[in-house]
């Protein structure tokens, strides 16, 4: 799932196809363990008619005193998308983030990738102001948005 969002999406995840294709096997399990133990990073998969049609990852960085958590890695197949499947896979992040006290959530969405930011603002996320080159395309920026979780 992982590859197929890489080789759709190149300029939207912090890494590469390239990079991510010499994981190991066991470097994938051991990923897929730790989230299911409930250690962080989570990662959730929509499925739709027994198909896998998206991802999302959640962290929360080890180096901060605001217990936020970072959305990461989001992407739905082209077969999933205007179905619903975003909407699903934020609220799971959202949810897990309440579960586990984090008082927000934050992510970068690619400048210009407007059905994304509408999808994050219609959960209520705002964009902070805060600017990044795109570590998988220094061509393109990406924007921060944060969920304040009350």
């Not at 390239?18 to 994981?23: D, H």
């Given at each position: 799932m992982r590859l197929a969002a890489l080789r759709d999406a190149p300029s939207a995840f912090g890494s590469s196809h390239?990079?991510?294709?010499?994981?190991t096997v066991e470097f994938w399990d051991d990923q897929v363990e730790r989230s299911a133990a409930g250690r962080s990073p989570g990662y959730w998969l929509a499925e739709r008619d027994g198909e896998t049609v998206g991802l999302v990852g959640a962290f929360r960085p080890p180096d901060l005193t605001d217990d936020r958590v970072d959305l990461v890695s989001m992407w739905v197949a082209p077969s999933g998308?205007?179905?619903g499947t975003g909407r699903v896979l934020v609220d799971a992040v959202i949810n897990w983030s309440r579960d586990t006290d984090a008082v927000a959530v934050e992510l970068w969405v690619t400048r210009g990738n407007e059905p994304a930011a509408t999808l994050y603002r219609s959960h209520g996320f705002d964009v902070t102001g805060?600017?990044?080159l795109l570590p998988s395309d220094p061509c393109k920026d990406g924007l921060r948005m944060r969920l304040e979780l009350g």
């Open positions: 390239a990079a991510e294709v010499e994981r998308r205007r179905r805060d600017v990044a």
